[in-house]
Nanobody, 123 residues
């Protein structure tokens, strides 16, 4: 079992930045690939980025357009999502997820989810 708690969301103006964090507990963090998803009102959950177990590999959705960076600190059991040049279209609830395999973009490939953190970007 892995318990995930996101933090760092909030209200930011367009063009601004936020850094989300996801703290894990309950199991060996480095046994899991980690990912970030988001869900806007009325839409499905969208894959954003994933990172390998030891942080040596990352994969991003095209929608991040080089604006987002995923990273992890296995010593601190935390995964991060640095978001720059935010746009109103980035407004959503952001979720972190943990899974046993790396490189997946589908929600069904992830076993554990956080409760989400709201990001609101004003124009």
């Amino acid at each position: 079992q892995v318990h995930l708690v996101e933090s760092g969301g909030g209200l930011v103006q367009a063009g601004g930045s936020l850094r989300l964090a996801c703290a894990a507990s309950g199991s060996t963090f480095s046994n899991y690939a980690m990912a970030w998803f988001r869900q806007a009102p009325g839409k499905g959950r969208e894959f954003l980025a994933t990172i390998h177990f030891d942080g040596t590999g990352t994969y991003y959705a095209d929608s991040t357009k080089g604006r987002f960076t995923i990273s992890r600190d296995n010593a601190e059991n935390t995964v991060y999502l640095q978001m720059n040049s935010l746009e109103p279209e980035d407004t959503a609830v952001y979720y972190c997820a943990a899974g046993r395999g790396y490189g997946y973009t589908l929600t069904k490939k992830y076993d554990y989810w956080g409760q989400g953190t709201q990001v609101t970007v004003s124009s």
